[in-house]
């Protein structure tokens, strides 16, 4: 248990729906990254939040994807109309702070756009 | 993108032989971290070494850290069975603006035959 639950942990969705995945951290760190990997690549980083604040976005995260950390403590990654491209695990993790801390990675939610 | 590569890509060893992947990254770190994943799963944290450490420990686990090289070293000793797992380096990036986000490299796949 590493104190990142996701859901769902898998996501079948046709293409042009859109869809939305959950992190909660168990624990109370406030920085919660969210990751996208595909098969066979390590994961590439998506955005960041510190508590309710979203500090940084990648330029992978296009205008379909939208993330909320509402309060500080649940996340929320939604995609809108979604592309065969999208198909990847998506991950979240938690950091207690920042330099020197590991991460603790959820199980991660499959996605996969038919 | 991706600093970190590492090397080799697919490694194949028997139980009880020792296990090293290399990663080489490309700016300047404050921390390198190495994570383990199982198929299909999340990733769990295996080990940190900063930017002013050369060597670390733990367990079975030994990862060594040149800055002036930009490389590091994962060595698994007396493997098993279970260690078979894809593993992947991190850094922490001192020149990305102050990011605070770890950047993975593409990971070496292990496999530990009984």
């Known amino acids: 248990d590493t104190g990142v639950s996701q859901d769902p942990r898998h996501k079948i969705t046709k293409r042009g729906q859109n869809v939305t995945f959950r992190c909660d951290p168990i624990?109370?760190?406030?920085?919660l990254y969210w990751y996208r990997q595909t098969l066979g690549q390590g994961p590439e980083f998506l955005t960041y939040?510190?508590?309710?604040?979203?500090?940084?976005k990648s330029r992978l995260l296009s205008d379909r994807f939208s993330a909320e950390r509402p309060k500080g403590s649940f996340s929320t990654l939604e995609i809108q109309r979604t592309e065969q491209g999208d198909s990847a695990m998506y991950l979240c993790?938690?950091?207690?702070?920042?330099?020197?801390?590991?991460?603790?990675f959820g199980q991660g939610t499959r996605l996969t756009v038919v | 993108s991706q600093q970190g590569e590492e090397d080799p890509q697919a490694l194949s060893i028997q139980e009880g032989e020792n296990a090293t992947m290399n990663c080489s990254y490309k700016t300047s770190i404050n921390n390198l971290q190495w994570y383990r994943q199982n198929s299909g799963r999340g990733l769990v944290h295996l080990i940190l070494i900063r930017s002013n450490e050369r060597e670390k420990h733990s367990g079975r686990l030994r990862v060594t850290l040149d800055t002036s090289k930009k490389s590091s070293s994962l060595l698994i000793t007396a493997s098993r069975a279970a260690d078979t797992a894809s593993y992947f380096c991190?850094?922490?990036?001192?020149?990305?603006?102050?990011?605070?986000?770890?950047?993975f490299g593409k990971g070496t796949k292990l496999t530990v035959n009984p």
């Open positions: 939040f510190q508590n309710e604040a979203q500090l940084e």
């Open positions: 624990s109370e760190h406030n920085r």
């Open positions: 991190a850094t922490d990036s001192t020149s990305q603006g102050g990011s605070e986000k770890l950047v």
């Open positions: 993790a938690i950091k207690r702070d920042s330099w020197f801390t590991e991460a603790f």
